[in-house]
């Protein structure tokens, strides 16, 4: 018999895995899964990376509802929905006979597992379940995303190699779609049906009145911090994403092998659990705005060092420094969000972000491979993801501190 003390960190074990999915198998896997496809089909870099851009996409159509749906329905049976279409994604792209699929595929099918395998559903379940500590518990579930990275496009690279990337990644449907058996054992929708109430504190108390000031769409549209706040970690979504979904085939124009690519993105992937720790508890005790910046600023730092013609070692740096900053980019968003919002307003105010979230992510990754085939470097591109995260620097500023309006009122009414 569980305790009902014990069920949230339960939670916490489903959200490490259902972001390790997501993230681990469709971002940084990618650029490991396009290598082989462009070799098949004969792609261009901009023609290989409009995988991303269907996928994200399809995310921004999906999002809005799923938003609503997380609020609504299942949260446990929205998640196993999402994991076992990520799993026929692969099967279906291991069966492609043209490159026209590969975007197709990305857009139809795995937007699904790209919305509903990351923060939208992790981060909601984590805000029912905690208040006490939630921006080290979103920082310890992000560390799933780390994880998925560092163990996913090795072992994608390893069965390619072993079985030829068509089985190979029939197999890893198989694993993937087995995440699905821990995730029905262990998901529950809401903390009450296990006896369970989280403590409150003061951040709760802000948050319910956080609750009531956006309980309408309509609020929440009209709020400049929710623009504010999209543009910025639009920007740095943006810079991110692209990147990661570059990194094989930049890496393998340094002239660097498959298996030190496949290492490096492993390297990145693994530099960002201690990302997703150290801001997730920077989040819960310092001014949330600080830790985003300090985020954006370890990414651009990291890109920098991709300038030029890097050797292994400024590869290395560049990759570690830049998984650090991007561990940090969940938790800190997502604590962002529940202090301003509120936990009643979270699964909504995601899913209306994303729409506005959706034409960086869309342009960036096929502008990256466009300005490779016509340069003959990202040089370029990695440059313009600096001058972003720049621009979202200088936007944090502006948003309103959580909980001042609050206290403003409260001011108002002694």
Same mark, same amino acid.
């Given at each position: 018999?569980?305790?009902?003390? /014990?069920?949230?960190?339960?939670q916490?074990?489903?959200a490490?895995?259902?972001?390790?999915t997501?993230?681990?198998?469709?971002?940084?896997?990618?650029?490991?899964? *396009?290598?082989?496809?462009?070799?098949t089909?004969?792609?261009?870099?901009?023609?290989?990376?409009?995988?991303?851009?269907?996928?994200?996409? =399809? +995310?921004?159509?999906?999002?809005?509802?799923?938003?609503?749906?997380?609020?609504?329905?299942?949260?446990?049976?929205?998640?196993?929905?999402?994991?076992?279409?990520?799993?026929?994604?692969?099967?279906? &792209?291991?069966?492609t006979? %043209?490159m026209?699929?590969?975007?197709?595929?990305?857009?139809?099918?795995?937007?699904?597992?790209?919305?509903?395998?990351?923060?939208?559903?992790?981060?909601?379940?984590?805000?029912?379940?905690?208040?006490?500590?939630?921006?080290l518990?979103?920082g310890? *579930?992000?560390?799933?995303?780390?994880?998925?990275?560092?163990?996913?496009?090795?072992?994608i690279?390893?069965?390619?190699?072993?079985?030829?990337?068509?089985?190979?990644?029939?197999?890893?449907?198989?694993?993937?779609?087995?995440?699905?058996?821990?995730v029905?054992?262990?998901?529950?929708?809401?903390?009450?049906?296990?006896?369970?109430?989280?403590?409150?504190d003061? +951040?709760?108390? /802000?948050?319910? /009145?956080?609750?009531?000031?956006f309980?309408?769409?309509?609020?929440?549209?009209?709020?400049?911090?929710?623009w504010?706040?999209?543009?910025?970690?639009?920007?740095?979504? +943006?810079?991110?994403?692209?990147?990661?979904?570059?990194?094989?085939?930049?890496?393998?124009?340094?002239?660097?092998?498959?298996?030190? =690519?496949?290492?490096?993105i *492993?390297?990145?992937?693994?530099a960002?659990?201690?990302?997703?720790?150290?801001?997730?508890?920077?989040?819960?005790?310092?001014?949330?705005?600080?830790?985003?910046?300090?985020?954006?600023?370890?990414?651009?730092i990291?890109?920098?060092?991709?300038? =030029?013609?890097?050797?292994?070692?400024?590869?290395?740096?560049?990759?570690?420094?830049?998984?650090?900053?991007?561990? =940090?980019?969940?938790?800190?968003?997502?604590?962002?969000? *529940?202090?301003?919002?509120?936990?009643l307003n979270?699964?909504?105010?995601?899913?209306?972000?994303?729409?506005?979230?959706?034409?960086?992510?869309? &342009?960036?990754?096929?502008l990256?491979?466009?300005?490779?085939?016509?340069?003959?470097?990202?040089?370029?591109?990695?440059m313009?993801?600096?001058?972003?995260?720049?621009? %979202?620097?200088?936007?944090?500023?502006?948003?309103?501190?959580?909980?001042?309006?609050?206290?403003?009122?409260?001011a108002?009414?002694?």
């Open positions: 018999m569980i305790r009902a003390q /014990h069920w949230p960190w339960l916490l074990v489903v490490f895995l259902i972001q390790a997501g993230t681990g198998a469709l971002t940084y896997s990618y650029s490991v899964i *396009a290598v082989p496809l462009a070799e089909f004969d792609a261009s870099r901009m023609t290989l990376m409009l995988g991303l851009t269907c996928m994200t996409l =399809g +995310a921004g159509m999906v999002s809005p509802l799923a938003g609503v749906a997380i609020d609504r329905l299942s949260l446990r049976l929205i998640i196993i929905f999402a994991i076992l279409m990520t799993a026929a994604g692969f099967v279906a &792209l291991s069966l006979t %043209a026209w699929q590969v975007p197709a595929i990305y857009g139809l099918i795995f937007c699904f597992g790209y919305v509903l395998l990351g923060p939208l559903s992790a981060s909601t379940l984590l805000a029912r379940w905690f208040t006490r500590n939630r921006g518990a979103l310890i *579930a992000g560390a799933g995303t780390s994880f998925g990275g560092f163990l996913f496009p090795p072992l690279t390893w069965l390619t190699e072993l079985l030829g990337w068509r089985l190979a990644l029939q197999v890893f449907a198989g694993v993937i779609a087995l995440i699905a058996v821990p029905a054992l262990l998901a529950v929708d809401r903390p009450a049906s296990k006896g369970y109430s989280p403590p409150a003061g +951040a709760a108390e /802000h948050e319910a /009145h956080s609750g009531e000031r309980n309408s769409t309509d609020a929440i549209l009209r709020h400049r911090g929710f504010l706040i999209a543009v910025s970690v639009g920007f740095m979504f +943006a810079a991110y994403t692209a990147t990661v979904g570059s990194l094989m085939p930049f890496i393998l124009d340094t002239g660097a092998t498959r298996e030190q =690519g496949a290492m490096l *492993a390297n990145l992937a693994l960002a659990v201690p990302g997703t720790l150290l801001f997730g508890w920077c989040a819960d005790r310092f001014d949330v705005r600080l830790a985003l910046a300090a985020v954006m600023a370890l990414m651009g990291g890109l920098s060092l991709f300038w =030029g013609e890097p050797d292994m070692p400024r590869l290395v740096a560049g990759s570690l420094i830049m998984g650090l900053g991007g561990g =940090g980019m969940l938790p800190v968003w997502s604590s962002l969000l *529940a202090q301003v919002y509120g936990v979270y699964g909504r105010v995601m899913g209306l972000m994303a729409p506005v979230l959706l034409p960086f992510n869309l &342009l960036t990754p096929p990256a491979g466009w300005v490779r085939d016509i340069s003959g470097s990202y040089d370029l591109a990695f313009g993801f600096v001058l972003l995260l720049l621009l %979202a620097v200088a936007m944090i500023p502006l948003i309103e501190r959580s909980g001042s309006t609050s206290r403003r009122a409260s108002a009414e002694g």
